[in-house]
């Protein structure tokens, strides 16, 4: 199974919900499978915070010839999100109306901005229906928005490990790693290095929210009891924060994660509940009990609001990254859920 990168450039003035204006917007995306000749057989897969739009790539046991999103059978979207630096519309990009890249100065784009930059792509793509749209963490933010938008859209909708509204809680983790960006005395500079020190440590702080107690207490443990420097997981913490340096730049990391704290899907529409239950689609909303930074009782709240709408739960011994990890519950919940749809025969 192959797949080539993409890209849709939509030739219009794009207004974001700040009032700024992107001009030459460009949505970078990977499709697998055909679209079937009822239209009906679509999957679109929304990406988190620092993924990509191949699915294939990082949800590889989900994704792929003979896994549960197989090819053979669905059509599957996955558009990069715009601020990223996979392609689609982000700060490292030359300002039309400038002719400088944008650094500090994009204009960043809510969840809701995204969802309403992937319409003109959806038409483009031929797609008037879509059978089934799943995201976690900040993937399900954007599928949660889209499927309030544009409630005859999604036939079943799967948010997994996510909210209506970004809590106090995770808008401090965001807070915080935003602040180890600014305090790197680097990140004042407009070159597309800038703020990469300060991102590692930011990096270093997120994975404290994906993970939790547990997690480093097994995979990280010491085995010598006299040791007093050098440990297995202050190892781990900047070994992470150089990975992401190889392959991310700390603007889009900046700006997502605005990105992330502005979400609310009652924005405008009364309250949040309010937004929910525009929802038509069937959900099965998907939590991690130990997650710490989408705890399962936000998901509660999605399954009570969302009319057609059931919780399953799942274990993880990673917390968070379990939504990126737990092939065989997930699948085993996907499965569930669409049997009890009559969608697919046991």
């Not at 059978?131 to 005859?152: D, N, R, Y």
Request: glycine share 8%.
């Amino acid at each position: 199974m192959s797949s080539e990168l993409k890209v849709y450039r939509w030739n219009e003035p794009f207004v974001l919900e700040s009032g700024r204006t992107v001009h030459g917007l460009k949505l970078a995306y990977h499709t697998l499978g055909r679209l079937n000749a009822a239209g009906d057989n679509v999957v679109w897969i929304f990406h988190a915070l620092t993924a990509n739009s191949n699915p294939a790539e990082w949800w590889p046991g989900l994704v792929g010839e003979g896994k549960f999103f197989d090819p053979g059978k669905f059509f599957i979207v996955c558009v990069n999100m715009p601020g990223s630096c996979y392609g689609s519309t982000g700060p490292l990009d030359t300002d039309e109306q400038t002719g400088k890249p944008y650094y500090h100065d994009f204009p960043w784009f809510t969840t809701r901005d995204m969802i309403r930059a992937y319409r003109p792509l959806r038409e483009h793509l031929g797609i008037k229906k879509i059978f089934l749209g799943i995201g976690g963490s900040m993937g399900g933010q954007q599928l949660l928005e889209w499927a309030v938008e544009e409630p005859e859209l999604f036939e079943h909708i799967v948010p997994i490990a996510t909210n209506a509204f970004h809590s106090p809680w995770g808008i401090a983790f965001n807070t915080s790693q935003r602040m180890a960006i600014e305090a790197d005395a680097t990140w004042a500079l407009r070159q597309p290095d800038a703020g990469l020190a300060g991102m590692k440590a930011a990096r270093s702080v997120a994975l404290l929210s994906y993970r939790h107690y547990e997690t480093y207490g097994i995979s990280q443990p010491e085995e010598d009891i006299n040791k007093t420097d050098g440990f297995k997981s202050e190892s781990y913490q900047q070994y992470q924060g150089e990975k992401l340096a190889k392959r991310f730049n700390a603007f889009s990391y900046y700006f997502l994660t605005k990105s992330m704290d502005a979400h609310h899907v009652g924005r405008g529409r009364g309250s949040a509940e309010a937004a929910l239950s525009r929802i038509k689609a069937k959900a099965a909303v998907i939590g991690i009990e130990n997650d710490v930074l989408f705890p399962i009782s936000e998901q509660a709240f999605l399954a009570e609001h969302i009319r057609y709408a059931k919780l399953y739960t799942i274990r993880s011994f990673y917390g968070h990254d379990g939504f990126l990890l737990e092939y065989e519950q997930l699948s085993e919940i996907l499965e569930n859920f669409l049997v009890t749809q009559n969608i697919i025969k046991n």
